[in-house]
């Protein structure tokens, strides 16, 4: 009996010190390696589109560019617009203020010989002796007043820049002279007053100007 239990554990020492078990194990683990990753990989990979799909995303990606095309033309055409709106307005502003321009410039020159009948009369000649020349001088003087309130209630200002700094934008010089007494570059005579309509010069003042000696 111990002799058969002897050679049965020599046989199966035998059998696990097998060269061939030893080959065939590690090509065993090596299939089993290769199957594992292989597996893995194909996990991670992602299918190609299909032809459809291409095409919907080629499509997709067109309509997106055309919707952003139109979009910027259509925000373009808003500010254009806008703009548009804007000068028109404008433009009738300005016809309001000054669609009267060429009416008060006629104006004006009736305002200049009511103002130069009034400044005619001597002062010392109205009185109550020549009744009938002063009657006229205060009618004179009453319609010059009225017509200058009807100037400022249209934005119509009366300039009389006399004493002021000579202005080249809202003055017209006439002559220069040297005066004693009087800062060169003043104005020194006003011979015809300017006028400004709603913050426009609408006639220059005539004037004189003192210059250096």
């Given at each position: 009996?111990?002799?058969?239990c002897?050679?049965?554990i020599?046989?199966?020492?035998s059998?696990?010190?097998s060269?061939?078990?030893?080959?065939?194990?590690?090509?065993?683990l090596c299939?089993?390696?290769?199957?594992k990753s292989?597996?893995t990989?194909t996990?991670?990979?992602k299918?190609?589109?299909?032809a459809?799909?291409?095409?919907?995303?080629e499509?997709?990606?067109?309509l997106?560019?055309?919707?952003k095309?139109?979009?910027d033309?259509?925000?373009?055409a808003?500010?254009?617009?806008?703009?548009?709106r804007?000068?028109?307005?404008?433009m009738i502003?300005?016809?309001k203020?000054y669609?009267?321009?060429?009416?008060?410039?006629?104006?004006?020159e009736?305002?200049?010989?009511?103002?130069?009948?009034?400044?005619s009369?001597?002062k010392t000649?109205i009185?109550t002796?020549n009744?009938?020349?002063k009657?006229l001088y205060?009618?004179l003087v009453?319609t010059?007043v009225?017509?200058?309130?009807?100037f400022?209630?249209h934005?119509l200002?009366?300039?009389?820049p006399?004493?002021q700094?000579f202005?080249?934008?809202?003055?017209?010089a006439?002559f220069?002279?040297?005066?004693e007494g009087?800062?060169p570059?003043?104005?020194?005579?006003?011979?015809?007053?300017?006028?400004r309509?709603?913050?426009?010069n609408?006639r220059?003042a005539?004037?004189?100007?003192?210059k250096?000696p």
């Amino acid at each position: 009996m111990a002799t058969w239990c002897v050679r049965a554990i020599r046989q199966s020492s035998s059998i696990i010190a097998s060269p061939l078990l030893v080959r065939v194990t590690p090509r065993l683990l090596c299939t089993a390696a290769q199957q594992k990753s292989s597996g893995t990989g194909t996990e991670e990979e992602k299918p190609e589109p299909s032809a459809a799909e291409k095409a919907f995303i080629e499509e997709k990606t067109q309509l997106e560019e055309q919707l952003k095309d139109i979009t910027d033309k259509y925000k373009r055409a808003l500010a254009d617009t806008e703009n548009l709106r804007q000068r028109s307005q404008k433009m009738i502003d300005d016809a309001k203020l000054y669609g009267i321009q060429g009416f008060c410039k006629d104006l004006l020159e009736v305002a200049d010989i009511l103002e130069k009948a009034t400044e005619s009369v001597p002062k010392t000649e109205i009185s109550t002796a020549n009744l009938h020349l002063k009657n006229l001088y205060d009618g004179l003087v009453m319609t010059e007043v009225q017509i200058q309130k009807v100037f400022q209630k249209h934005g119509l200002v009366k300039l009389n820049p006399d004493g002021q700094k000579f202005d080249p934008y809202e003055h017209e010089a006439v002559f220069h002279a040297p005066i004693e007494g009087k800062e060169p570059g003043t104005i020194a005579v006003v011979t015809k007053v300017g006028y400004r309509l709603h913050g426009r010069n609408l006639r220059p003042a005539l004037v004189g100007v003192v210059k250096a000696p």
